[in-house]
Every structure is written in structure tokens, then in C-alpha cells.
Nanobody, 116 residues
């Protein structure tokens, strides 16, 4: 079975940092572009960051550019999101995601709460 499992979410003070991880199984991980999305209560799910299969190309939402860094370790089938200078508006459930054909694959999400 295809499975994406996020971890690393926590409660953090404004200005703090967190590192999220998404571990993939059941796929040949290194051939897929991977994404991080987030969704706050009552808000649309939004694309935060994208990393291409080689790891050499990335895209970021304007709201996180310069603060967040997406990376991947294909040998460990894991994608990361390093989040620095966190703001209260970053509070959301964060999901990793990829597309294969007609399928959208999502993790279960990990909660990030920035207090204040």
C-alpha cells in the first residue's frame, strides 16, 4: 500500500522553528515530485512548497518564501520541511502529497501551532 506519514508538528512560540518529516512507503519515491500543503480551520488547503524528483528545483508560496525550506532524502524516502521564523498565521495542519496518474496521495497531516 502507498502510505505517507507526516511527523514533527508541535506547539511553538512565534519566531521559533520546526522541522516536519514525511516518510513514504509503497512507492518508488525518487521519481516523484513531492509537495507540502497546509490547511487551517475554515480555510482553503494551500500549497506551501514543492520539490522535484532530483531535489534541485523547488517552489514556495510567497507567504513562506525565505522562511521555509523543502528538501528530500531519496535514500530514506523522506521529504522535509524546515520552518523558521514561524508566525501565528502559519498555524495549520500540514500535509505531504504527490500525484501519480489520476491519484492524489496524502498523508494524515501533522498539526503545527504557533502561539501568540
Amino acid at each position: 500500500q502507498v502510505q505517507l506519514v507526516e511527523s514533527g508538528g508541535d506547539l511553538v512560540q512565534p519566531g521559533g522553528s520546526l522541522r516536519l518529516s514525511c516518510a513514504a512507503s509503497g512507492i518508488t519515491f525518487n521519481i516523484y515530485t513531492m509537495d507540502w500543503y497546509r490547511q487551517a480551520p475554515g480555510k482553503q488547503r494551500e500549497l506551501v512548497a514543492t520539490i522535484f524528483n532530483s531535489g534541485g528545483r523547488t517552489n514556495y508560496a510567497d507567504s513562506v518564501k525565505g522562511r521555509f525550506t523543502i528538501s528530500r532524502d531519496n535514500a530514506e524516502n523522506t521529504v522535509y520541511l524546515q520552518m523558521n521564523s514561524l508566525k501565528p498565521e502559519d498555524t495549520a495542519v500540514y500535509y505531504c502529497h504527490f500525484v501519480l496518474g489520476v491519484g492524489d496521495y496524502w498523508g494524515q497531516g501533522t498539526q503545527v501551532t504557533v502561539s501568540g
